[in-house]
């Protein structure tokens, strides 16, 4: 018998409204097409649509609508669409029970903004997530957002922020620093868009760092220094929930306080550094054995922080660049230290290195478990031809899934012609008679290689954007 909408279960059409609230995914095509985002997705819309069927479609929809509020104030256009926002949530009060999300990327300074921005703040009663993106802050609004850290708010980013100097009332930084221990904060982000001196408002916003809640810190070389610090001043006060660390590459001269603070997060598993970039990086000298992070196995970054905290510890996934200016060769001597004790490496990437015809065949046979394999930015002198040979030679595997290489030149990767296709496509599916394992293989920026459900069929996919002069129309100079 035929099912009416009617009596259809409520919670049947709230899973409808969030699968057309989350469309917009990437779509793959048959062999020889482009794949991208769906160009005519507009979740927004469609759910604006939906709410306007009927009254049990607008119970469902609009919380759904309202549930990311977005406040750009940077053009006299966008400050008015902030404030005509702010003036309909005071006439919906309700509304504002519905936010989860609010990002903030506008002048704070600017008196209307700044107090429709705390009047949100104070309002709401459900907000979970809370971003301040290229905005000038002022100090007034921290007790505002301590409130939300001590009850809803499970996320929290300073990203490319100013703040207007002013010095935070004695009031407020005497709560902050009560309160700071038992924030409900899991993730924090704090970073600076310029660091110009002594920020009075910075160590002020470093105490959040402090939450024995946080399972995910994001800093940049001001902040992290100012977290390094409080961190060392409360010496009984760990971070026993905190898994995945972002901050900027340790210097010698900073080292030990990275690595105090590593020693207070024992159950850390992902670690992420952003490198300094120098000419020849310089390694790390430590008086003792390093035993900080023994649980990781996520990490991200330079070359010489991962060379003192990989060995013994159970990594799994691997991303490294040189850290150099100058591409440093890939040698058996070069990956030695990452091997030892970490035999179990699934996914490995390394950025910005120089060619060599053994490097595939130094990779697999040192890296015996891999499953994925990514190499980026590498510097050769052959073109792009040599990376087909070193693949065709490539020694058998067991695991190996994923293959991508891509080069420094950006010449070397502009959009191939059908010669390189067809040539691709030979070698490839001679590599896959002798890797059973390899699924998907990209030899230039947007251009993959699928294999198909046969093993010797493989199929070619090209990405929209790294590929849209090959399809853009020839115009005669």
Known sequence: MPTSADTLPPELWIQIAHALSDRGSLQHVEDGGIFGPDPNANPILDLQNLSLTSKSFCEIARPLIFRLVCIVGTTPSSIAQALYMHQFLVSNPSVRNWIKTLRVRSQVSNTPVRNACIDIIQQTTSLRRLTFTLAELTSDLLPHVLRLSTSTLQELSFDEVVWDRSQP?????????????????????????????LDPVLSIVALFSLSSSLTDLYLDQTSSLHAYHLSSQTPSHTFQRLRHLEAPEPVQSTLDAF???????????????????????????????????????????????????????????????TGSIVPLPLSTEFLLPFNRGSAQVRHLE?????????????????????????????????????????????????????????????????????????KQRTVIQHTGQTQPTLRTVSLLAGVYWFRHDKPDKWIVNFNKERTKRLFEPKVDS
């Open 169 to 197: 009332s004695e009031d407020a930084i005497a709560q902050i620093r009560s309160q700071c221990h038992s924030l409900k904060i899991t993730r924090l982000a704090i970073r600076q868009r310029m660091a110009k001196g």
């Open 259 to 321: 690595l105090a603070f590593l020693d207070k997060c024992p159950n850390i598993k992902s670690i992420k550094l952003s490198p300094r970039w120098t000419a020849i990086p310089k390694e790390l000298e430590v008086t003792t054995p390093v035993t900080v992070v023994p649980q990781l196995q996520v990490y991200s970054g330079p070359y010489p922080p991962v060379k003192l905290m990989l060995p013994g510890r159970p990594v799994e996934t691997l991303c490294f660049n």
């Open 350 to 422: 390394i950025s910005g290195v120089q060619w060599s015809d053994n490097v595939l065949s130094c990779i697999v046979s040192m890296f015996r478990s891999l499953e994925e394999l990514s190499l980026t930015n590498i510097h050769y002198q052959a073109g792009p031809g040599c990376l087909l040979d070193a693949l065709s030679k490539m020694p058998k595997t067991r695991c190996l899934r994923e293959l991508r290489l891509s080069s420094f030149n950006l010449n070397d990767d502009e959009p191939p012609r059908a010669p390189a296709i067809q």
